[in-house]
């Protein structure tokens, strides 16, 4: 009977450090995928803590063809920089849109920003367009003779003083969504979430 009772404790603690083994196993797998989605979750949530928020919010198809109509297909040259460029549909589209153009997007959002050079190399245009993981305030505009926004209100006021600071003086700027508190648009297309300004920096003294 002791020999009974003594194996079948040999059994139940046999039992128990395999379930206890799996048990482990179970909960570093659950923290490994929770830490996983965390990372991943506070690149897009981080931004909100921030004094001006810019969402992570697609373009549309037609806000994407409102924009490229702003620009020229035949451009010999030139830079177009998309500030807070998400997924990077808008760098790609303008790169096919223009072949001769230099296609930039700074994005904060380091996932956003491997999709976007991912996207350019599967349509073809790695080498054209590029991504910069950058603070978009931080960022350097010099060089850039069409600039994209798909902004917020609260920040187009803030933003419009970095555009005239930093931006050639015959800059294009392509506002969509909001417009610029106190410069006069050229053009505007369409209207609602779709709604395009088209502003010619040269223009603003005029």
Not at 171 to 180: D, E, T, W
């Amino acid at each position: 009977m002791e020999l009974l009772d003594g194996a079948g404790d040999q059994k139940l603690k046999s039992k128990s450090s395999s379930i206890s083994t799996g048990g482990k196993i179970l909960i570093a797998a659950t923290g490994g995928v929770a830490l996983g989605l965390s990372v991943v979750c506070a690149s897009f949530v981080a931004p909100a803590f921030r004094r001006i928020c810019l969402p992570y919010v697609p373009a549309t198809e037609e806000q994407i063809k409102n924009v490229l109509s702003f620009l020229p297909k035949n451009a010999n040259s030139g830079k177009l920089l998309d500030i807070g460029s998400g997924d990077g549909r808008i760098v790609v589209a303008a790169a096919q849109h223009a072949k001769d153009l230099k296609t930039d997007g700074v994005e904060l959002n380091p996932w956003l920003v491997y999709y976007s050079r991912l996207a350019a190399l599967r349509h073809g245009v790695s080498r054209q367009a590029s991504f910069f993981r950058r603070d978009l305030w931080k960022f350097n505009i010099q060089s850039y003779n069409y600039v994209v926004i798909f902004g917020v209100e609260q920040m187009m006021q803030d933003l419009e003083h970095k555009l005239i600071a930093e931006c050639p003086h015959d800059a294009k700027v392509i506002a969509c969504r909001f417009p610029l508190p106190h410069l006069q648009p050229e053009h505007t297309i369409d209207d609602g979430v779709n709604t395009v300004w088209f502003y010619d920096l040269s223009k603003r003294f005029v």
